[in-house]
């Protein structure tokens, strides 16, 4: 069975720093590129972070640039967001997901919740 748990939200001052940890099992890690995904309270969901399958190719969204990093560890089958100089705006439900086709998902963790206090 595919599944994805993401962990390592919390609650931040504003400026602080977390490190999100996605952990897969039940397909071959190496063979997907994951992306990170997060929705604020009353907010669509939205595209925050993507790595290939090798890590040799990243992508973030625009207001996450310089602040946060994905990076994943194959071994061990698990994806990373390192988030730095954390702003209340970064408040949020982050989500890892498995990438197929380009740009489609298919299968999504659970979620972990980062709330950022100003």
């Known amino acids: 069975e595919v599944q994805l748990q993401a962990s390592g939200g919390g609650l931040v001052q504003a400026g602080g720093s977390l490190r999100l940890s996605c952990a897969a099992y039940?397909?071959?890690?190496?063979?997907?590129?994951i992306g990170w995904f997060r929705q604020a309270p009353g907010k669509e969901r939205e595209g925050v972070s993507a790595i290939g399958s090798d890590g040799g190719s990243t992508y973030y969204a625009e207001s996450m640039k310089g602040r946060f990093t994905i990076s994943r560890d194959n071994a061990k089958n698990t994806l990373y967001l390192q988030m730095n100089s954390l702003k209340s705006e970064d408040t949020a439900v982050y989500y890892c997901?498995?990438?197929?086709?380009?740009?489609?998902?298919?299968?999504w963790g659970q979620g972990t919740l980062v709330t950022v206090s100003s």
């Open positions: 039940g397909f071959t890690f190496d063979d997907y590129a």
């Open positions: 997901a498995r990438a197929v086709l380009g740009s489609e998902f298919d299968y």
